[in-house]
């Protein structure tokens, strides 16, 4: 069988290597002058490729997640990741690493494991279109056509990349929205730029709570950034593709280390001893979140003080765009491709996929595990 695979990521390139090991002639088409471009730019250099707690609570729902996951687990991941040389670890939150924590060394692996296994690589190639032939499939590039028996796309979506377009595929998209990305913030307090806080954080739909999490909150300029930030973003983009047009807020407790009652106590025992505003909060927050709090606040209670500190409502105006998001919610619709093939028999594996994950390496972790369940379902047929 011939199979051309179309963009060189994470999914691209593990399911051209997988196709070409059980003796398939591949083809790699990837528009960009080298592969891998997205993985090298992963979890900050040091390639956060996938996480031993996969389950569907980590993604949107869409039922792709869940089909894959039953048909490849975790151990096929890693196991598929050490036969082309990358070794790894988890740390205590389950995050899998390289363990050279160099997401260029991931990237060296995969590229040599494809010259070993024969596959063709194309680098700078642009798919214009996907044409249905009743032989198999035209593939209509930038240079040339080509022709295979089978054509699988996995051409990611426009987050921190152009946002791709091939014809023959595009009326089995949902709607888009950036997602993992941060929060554009009304009126944002400038003076906080640069501040992380370990917190905890509440999403509010039209004054509703509809997500919770807990962990680091960076505070930019523009709004909020982080962890907590980027899943909140998730569930906002979730929402947005189905339609929604809510108002949204999140809601931060700033010291989820102190209760209320503590920080009352602590609060009115320093204004019993006459301590100054400037010094009213030192040691319980960072002083310029105290600044900031206590700007909230009119006069000096503490019952006030510290309901704030417990309860710091910021207003979303939106998220933020696709060059800032490190995936994009919604994509090929699962209804049109339940076992990763749309009605007009091209594949699909990875972000191209409605499918987007927590951060934490979920999202990578889909594109491997969707790869080998493509070529588990599909290597020994057209």
Same mark, same amino acid.
């Given at each position: 069988?011939?199979?051309?695979?179309?963009?060189?990521?994470?999914?691209? &390139?593990v399911?051209?290597?997988?196709?070409?090991?059980?003796?398939?002639?591949?083809?790699? +088409?990837?528009?960009?002058?080298?592969?891998g471009?997205?993985?090298?730019?992963?979890?900050?250099?040091?390639?956060?490729?996938?996480?031993?707690?996969? #389950?569907?609570?980590?993604?949107?729902?869409?039922?792709?997640?869940?089909f894959?996951?039953?048909?490849?687990?975790?151990?096929?991941?890693?196991? @598929? +990741?050490?036969?082309?040389?990358?070794?790894? @670890?988890?740390?205590?939150? =389950?995050?899998?690493?390289?363990?050279?924590?160099?997401?260029?060394s991931?990237v060296?692996?995969?590229?040599?494991?494809?010259?070993?296994?024969? /596959?063709?690589v194309?680098?700078?190639?642009?798919?214009?279109?996907?044409?249905?032939?009743?032989?198999?499939?035209?593939?209509?590039?930038?240079?040339?056509?080509?022709?295979?028996?089978?054509?699988?796309?996995?051409?990611?979506?426009?987050?921190?990349?152009?946002?791709?377009?091939?014809?023959?595929?595009?009326? @089995?998209?949902?709607?888009?929205?950036p997602?993992?990305?941060?929060?554009?913030?009304?009126?944002?307090?400038?003076?906080?730029?640069?501040?992380?806080?370990?917190?905890?954080?509440?999403?509010?739909?039209?004054?509703?709570?509809a997500?919770?999490?807990?962990?680091?909150?960076?505070?930019?300029?523009?709004?909020?950034?982080?962890?907590?930030?980027?899943?909140?973003?998730?569930?906002?983009?979730?929402?947005?593709?189905?339609?929604?047009?809510?108002?949204?807020?999140?809601?931060?407790?700033?010291?989820?280390? &102190?209760?209320?009652d &503590?920080?009352?106590?602590?609060?009115?025992?320093?204004? #019993?001893?006459?301590?100054?505003?400037?010094?009213?909060?030192?040691? /319980?927050?960072?002083?310029?979140?105290?600044?900031?709090?206590?700007?909230?606040? #009119?006069?000096?209670?503490?019952?006030?003080?510290?309901? /704030?500190?417990?309860?710091? +409502?910021?207003?979303?105006?939106?998220?933020?765009?696709?060059?800032?998001?490190?995936?994009t919610?919604?994509g090929?619709?699962?209804?049109?491709c339940?076992?990763?093939?749309?009605?007009?028999?091209?594949?699909?594996?990875?972000?191209? +996929?409605?499918?987007?994950?927590?951060?934490? =390496?979920?999202?990578? &972790?889909?594109?491997?595990?969707?790869?080998?369940?493509?070529?588990?379902?599909?290597?020994?047929?057209?």
């Amino acid at each position: 069988m011939q199979r051309i695979v179309i963009g060189g990521g994470m999914s691209g &390139m593990v399911t051209a290597l997988c196709s070409a090991r059980a003796g398939h002639k591949t083809v790699l +088409l990837e528009r960009n002058n080298r592969l891998g471009r997205k993985v090298a730019m992963t979890g900050n250099g040091r390639c956060n490729i996938g996480n031993i707690n996969c #389950d569907s609570s980590c993604y949107n729902g869409s039922g792709l997640d869940e089909f894959v996951f039953d048909s490849v687990d975790v151990k096929e991941c890693v196991d @598929f +990741l050490n036969s082309v040389g990358i070794f790894t @670890f988890a740390d205590d939150e =389950g995050r899998i690493y390289p363990i050279t924590e160099s997401s260029n060394s991931v990237v060296d692996c995969l590229r040599y494991a494809l010259q070993r296994a024969g /596959v063709e690589v194309v680098c700078d190639c642009t798919v214009k279109e996907v044409v249905k032939q009743s032989d198999g499939f035209a593939v209509i590039c930038s240079d040339k056509r080509r022709y295979a028996d089978d054509v699988v796309v996995a051409i990611g979506s426009g987050s921190q990349a152009e946002m791709p377009f091939v014809k023959g595929i595009e009326d @089995f998209y949902t709607a888009l929205c950036p997602s993992l990305v941060p929060l554009k913030v009304n009126n944002m307090d400038k003076t906080l730029n640069g501040i992380r806080v370990k917190c905890n954080v509440r999403l509010l739909k039209d004054g509703n709570v509809a997500a919770e999490e807990k962990g680091e909150l960076l505070f930019r300029e523009y709004g909020l950034s982080g962890i907590c930030a980027f899943d909140l973003s998730a569930v906002i983009a979730r929402r947005t593709v189905k339609g929604d047009k809510s108002d949204y807020g999140v809601l931060c407790d700033l010291v989820p280390h &102190m209760p209320y009652d &503590m920080l009352v106590t602590v609060i009115k025992s320093r204004l #019993d001893s006459r301590c100054g505003r400037e010094e009213l909060l030192y040691g /319980v927050v960072h002083n310029k979140i105290a600044q900031h709090v206590l700007k909230r606040v #009119d006069g000096l209670c503490a019952e006030k003080i510290a309901r /704030v500190l417990k309860n710091c +409502l910021y207003s979303v105006s939106l998220i933020r765009d696709y060059g800032k998001s490190q995936v994009t919610s919604g994509g090929l619709d699962g209804k049109y491709c339940p076992r990763l093939r749309l009605p007009n028999g091209i594949g699909a594996v990875g972000e191209v +996929l409605d499918v987007d994950g927590k951060c934490g =390496g979920y999202n990578l &972790m889909f594109a491997i595990a969707s790869a080998l369940t493509y070529c588990k379902l599909y290597n020994g047929e057209v």
